[in-house]
């Protein structure tokens, strides 16, 4: 089974600042896609950002960019020019490519990084 | 708009009520799925459902039930035979395909009293 580890419960990041979030993940496949999503304090679940295992470009989307390292199983999320509105719980979250067995369905998500940002 | 709209947002139970949470979706999406989140934990998934008339159990699906009669909609009944069913419950939906982004809805508050 696939586990996703976020060893920073919280972090703190001054507006304007960048700041990474980590994420590492344990898998015997090859193919997968990996998630970051936001959670604000609405509670909704908010997409950030996606990466293709398969793809060795890092994803990015405007001040959101990944680092993947699929040798080391790591996946993290940086944040430039960090804004009020960046304050949330960060979630990473991992998705089989193996649909046959159903597990493609399955997103598993790691325990959650809150993230603060200062003025 | 499109979206996945979730009903009601708060809702309170008494020991030994079975309730239906409300899921529907215009996205247009053939998957639709459950998940619970506790403090401090990330989202565990309860049942899915890939296609009308087909579900499948999740991780966490004991106490639970589901129905998938049309495309649209999704509800999860929490029955009596949940232990502790006091969470916040998220339902999702996605096109299908390997690798389709899952989107959510803006999730319920079950409380127990």
């Known amino acids: 089974a696939q586990t996703v580890t976020q060893s920073q419960p919280e972090m703190s990041v001054q507006e304007a600042e960048t700041v990474t979030l980590s994420c590492t993940y344990d898998?015997?496949?090859?193919?997968?896609?990996l998630f970051w999503y936001k959670q604000p304090p609405s509670r909704q679940m908010i997409l950030v950002i996606r990466q293709e295992a398969y793809k060795q470009q890092n994803a990015t989307e405007n001040r959101f960019s990944v680092n993947f390292q699929k040798a080391a199983k790591s996946f993290s999320l940086k944040i430039s020019d960090s804004q009020l509105g960046d304050a949330a719980m960060y979630f990473c979250?991992?998705?089989?490519?193996?649909?046959?067995?159903?597990?493609?369905?399955?997103?598993?998500f790691g325990t959650g990084t809150r993230l603060q940002v200062t003025l | 708009d499109g979206g996945i709209t979730q009903s009601p947002k708060y809702l309170f139970r008494k020991e030994g009520q079975n309730v239906t949470l409300s899921c529907e979706q215009n996205l247009n999406h053939d998957a639709m799925y459950w998940y619970r989140q506790d403090p401090g934990q990330g989202l565990r998934l309860i049942y899915y459902s890939q296609i009308v008339n087909d579900f499948q159990k999740g991780d966490i699906a004991e106490g639970y039930s589901v129905s998938r009669e049309k495309k649209e909609s999704f509800p999860l009944t929490v029955t009596s035979a949940q232990k502790n069913p006091t969470a916040f419950y998220l339902c999702?939906?996605?096109?299908?395909?390997?690798?389709?982004?899952?989107?959510f809805g803006e999730g319920s508050w079950l409380t127990v009293v």
């Open positions: 979250a991992y998705r089989s490519a193996w649909e046959n067995t159903g597990t493609a369905s399955k997103l598993t």
């Open positions: 999702a939906s996605s096109p299908t395909g390997v690798g389709n982004t899952i989107y």
């Open positions: 898998t015997s496949e090859s193919d997968y896609y």
